[in-house]
């Protein structure tokens, strides 16, 4: 299993233009995230989903968008790349039974990409 | 807003001996979960222990343990016997009910001197 795979790994742009974040899993998880890690801090909550068809935003939502067509994958797309955006950006997913909840199982993530906006 | 904090942005440990990260949260809930994850400079996610709130005993993994105040909030990290591979941030985070979501502290430089 390849777990959690996120592409590009590095990526430079340029402001106004707009990019995806690719992201997929194979473990059949049925929930999956976008976090945004800025230097020397923690990673923050950018969108969820606890199911296919199912998203909701989470900290930091403002200039992303997200879609959740299959259990898959769970792309990240930014339409107009501002400075601020520069980050690094984990994928992660983990499984749950029941709808909603919590639990003690861990969230797997990708390996990141690097994004710099210029 | 639902908060953690790692008080302690760096820290520095003699090969071999011990070392505890700080970690405090602020949380109204009362069923929730706790973990420590690693990250070293390849910038992999790596968890390293979990904890449920609901249970008194602290979690061990090999060398590494927690010390759990569920009524003070705080959730510390004990690395035992430490290596040179255990240089890396370390982060400490909560779940969030709905959807499982992780609130992240800001992280704990931890150097390990041979």
């Known amino acids: 299993n390849a777990g959690v795979t996120q592409t590009p790994k590095f990526r430079i742009l340029k402001i106004g233009q707009s990019m995806t974040l690719q992201c997929t899993q194979d473990?059949?998880?049925?929930?999956m995230y976008w976090y945004r890690q800025d230097p020397g801090m923690g990673l923050k909550l950018i969108y969820y989903?606890?199911?296919?068809?199912?998203?909701d935003k989470g900290e930091v939502p403002n200039g992303y968008n997200v879609s959740r067509s299959t259990t898959e994958d769970f792309p990240l797309r930014l339409e107009l790349a501002a400075p601020s955006q520069t980050s690094v950006y984990f994928c992660a997913s983990s499984y749950l039974t029941g709808y909603g909840g919590h639990s003690n199982q861990p969230q797997h993530f990708g390996d990141g990409t690097r994004l710099s906006i210029l | 807003a639902q908060t953690v904090t790692q008080s302690q942005p760096e820290m520095s440990v003699q090969e071999a001996e011990t070392v505890t990260l700080s970690c405090t949260y602020d949380?109204?809930?009362?069923?929730?979960?706790l973990f420590w994850y690693k990250q070293p400079p390849s910038r992999q996610m790596i968890l390293v222990i979990r904890q449920e709130a609901y249970k008194q005993q602290n979690a061990t993994e090999n060398r590494f343990s927690v010390n759990f105040q569920k009524a003070a909030k705080s959730f510390s990290l004990k690395i035992s016997d430490s290596q040179l591979g255990d240089a890396a941030m370390y982060f400490c985070a909560y779940t969030e009910e709905y959807g499982n979501k992780l609130v992240f502290g800001a992280g704990t430089i931890l150097r390990v001197k041979s």
């Open positions: 473990m059949n998880h049925n929930y």
């Open positions: 989903s606890v199911g296919a068809g199912i998203t």
């Open positions: 949380t109204s809930e009362s069923d929730y979960y």
